[in-house]
C-alpha cells in the first residue's frame, strides 16, 4: 500500500517580476519538490494588497507569474498552482485563527517593524495580521513542510504556535506543526550585481537579474556588475559573487578557468563578465520566451488557474469543515 505524500505549500506575491533569486531560491526546488511531495503553490494577490497596487495591473501580474512559474519548470498536472482569492476559505481560516494571535506578537514580528519604517504613511491592518494569513495559507492545507529563506522563518514559527494553540484550545490534534525545509542545508543566496546583498523584486532594479529580461539588458547588467582589481590571495566579496553567479550558469571549465587566472594573479574582470554575461542569456532566454508564450494563451492559463483552484478548494474545505465542527459554528 502506498505511503500518502507529505503537503507542501508555498506562495510567491502577485507583484514585480520573478528574479534570479526566485529562481535559484525557491524555484528550482519546487520543481524537484512536485515529483516528491504533494505539492499547493499559490499567487499571493491577497498579500501584495497590503501595499495597495494598482488595480489595473493585478490580473496581468497574476498572469505573468502564472507563466513564469510554468515556464521555469513547475507541471499543473503534479501541483496545485493557483491564485490565493480562488480560495475562500483560506480568508474564513485567517479570520478565526485572528482569534489566536496576540497584537503583542503581532507587533513585535521583525518584518513589520521594517515595514513602519518604509512606510509610515501606510501602516494598515492588513501588514500587522500578514503573519496570521500566512498561516492560514500553510494550515488550510495542514501542510507539514514549506520551503522558505531566512526572512520569513519567523512568520513560520508563528504559524506553529497559532497550530498548537488552536488544537489546544479545541482539544484536537488537526492542524500539525509546519517545518521548513529545502533540499540541502544550505539555501542559495543569490548576490546583487551592485554587491549590496541579494537581488529583489523591487530595489535597484540595475543590480537584479529578472526572468523577463531582454538579452541586452542581461549583458549591460552584468558588465555593470561590480568586480574589483584584486587577483591572488583572499578573494574580495564582489568578486566571490560574480563567481557564484557563474557556478551556477556556466561550465564548470570556464569557471575553472577565470579561478586558475585569479590566482595565478592575471584574472581579466572584463572577459570574466563577458563569459557570464551570455551564460546568463543563454540560461534566462528559454524561460523568457516561454513565458511569453503563456501569456498569449489566456484560455491555457485559465484552465490552469481553476484547475489548480479546484484542487486547492477541495484540500482547504475539508480542512474547514473540520475547523468548524470543533469551534462549534456548525448549525445545521
Same mark, same amino acid.
Given at each position: ?90 480568508? =474564513? ?11 503583542? =506578537? ?55 504556535? *497559532? ?11 488537526? *492542524? ?55 587577483? @591572488?590571495? =583572499? ?72 484547475? @489548480? ?18 469551534? @462549534?459554528?456548525?448549525?445545521?
Amino acid at each position: 500500500m502506498a505511503t500518502e505524500k507529505e503537503i507542501v505549500v508555498s506562495g510567491i506575491r502577485s507583484t514585480g517580476y520573478l528574479h534570479l533569486g526566485n529562481y535559484f531560491g525557491a524555484i528550482r526546488n519546487y520543481v524537484r519538490m512536485q515529483e516528491d511531495f504533494n505539492c499547493y503553490f499559490f499567487i499571493a494577490d491577497w498579500h501584495s494588497l497590503t501595499t495597495h497596487p494598482d488595480p489595473k495591473d493585478l490580473a496581468g501580474n497574476v498572469m505573468r507569474m502564472i507563466s513564469e512559474n510554468i515556464a521555469a519548470g513547475l507541471d499543473p498536472e503534479k501541483v496545485a498552482l493557483y491564485v490565493q482569492s480562488d480560495i475562500p476559505e483560506i480568508a =474564513e481560516l485567517y479570520m478565526l485563527l485572528n482569534t489566536v494571535a496576540y497584537l503583542g =506578537e503581532l507587533e513585535k514580528v521583525p518584518t513589520f517593524k521594517e515595514k513602519v519604517r518604509l512606510q509610515p504613511g501606510n501602516v494598515n491592518a492588513g501588514l500587522l495580521t500578514y503573519p496570521v494569513l500566512m498561516a492560514s495559507d500553510i494550515l488550510v492545507h495542514r501542510g507539514t513542510h514549506v520551503p522558505v529563506g531566512k526572512d520569513q522563518e519567523q512568520h513560520l514559527e508563528m504559524a506553529r504556535h *497559532f497550530a498548537v494553540r488552536f488544537n489546544n484550545r479545541y482539544g484536537a490534534d488537526l *492542524f500539525p506543526e509546519p517545518q521548513a525545509f529545502n533540499y540541502g542545508d544550505n539555501l542559495v543566496r543569490i548576490p546583487s550585481l551592485d554587491g549590496a546583498g541579494k537581488m529583489s523584486k523591487s530595489e535597484n532594479q540595475m543590480a537584479t537579474l529578472y526572468l523577463a529580461d531582454e538579452d541586452d539588458l542581461i549583458r549591460k547588467k552584468v558588465m555593470k556588475a561590480k568586480s574589483d582589481s584584486a587577483a @591572488g590571495g =583572499e578573494m574580495p566579496e564582489s568578486v566571490v559573487n560574480l563567481f557564484q553567479l557563474m557556478t551556477l550558469v556556466s561550465a564548470p571549465d570556464a569557471v575553472k578557468k577565470f579561478r586558475e587566472d585569479y590566482d595565478a594573479g592575471n584574472i581579466r574582470y572584463g572577459d570574466m563578465k563577458k563569459q557570464l554575461a551570455e551564460d546568463m542569456v543563454n540560461f534566462i532566454r528559454p524561460i523568457r520566451e516561454k513565458t511569453l508564450e503563456l501569456q498569449q494563451d489566456k484560455t491555457y492559463l485559465n484552465n490552469v488557474m481553476r484547475a @489548480g483552484a479546484d484542487k486547492a478548494r477541495a484540500s482547504a474545505a475539508d480542512t474547514l469543515q473540520q475547523v468548524r465542527k470543533l469551534i @462549534g459554528i456548525n448549525y445545521y
